[in-house]
């Protein structure tokens, strides 16, 4: 069971660096500055609130994906 919720931790963490690549480039260059905005502005949640959404949406894509090869394993 600890080894599925440190790869379920893995795929969320990697889902949110990704997208926080992905929407602030800056983050490469001045990670510093870029956590000083966004203490500033009081925005601590956002980046959550999206990697949890997509990560929703993969687990969903997953369990389906899943099903479907457990109905045609079962036909066999």
């Known amino acids: 069971m600890i080894k599925i919720i440190k790869n379920e931790l893995i795929y969320f963490l990697l889902i949110l660096l ?3 690549l992905l929407q602030h480039s800056d983050l490469l260059h001045s990670p510093i500055a870029r956590i000083n905005l966004m203490s500033e502005k009081g925005n601590y949640l956002h980046p959550l609130i999206w990697a949890s959404g ?10 389906i994906i899943k099903y479907i090869l457990y109905l045609k394993n079962k036909k066999s």
Do not use: F, P, T
């Open 54 to 63: 997509l990560y929703i949406i993969v687990i969903l894509v997953r369990l």
């Open 18 to 20: 990704l997208l926080a």
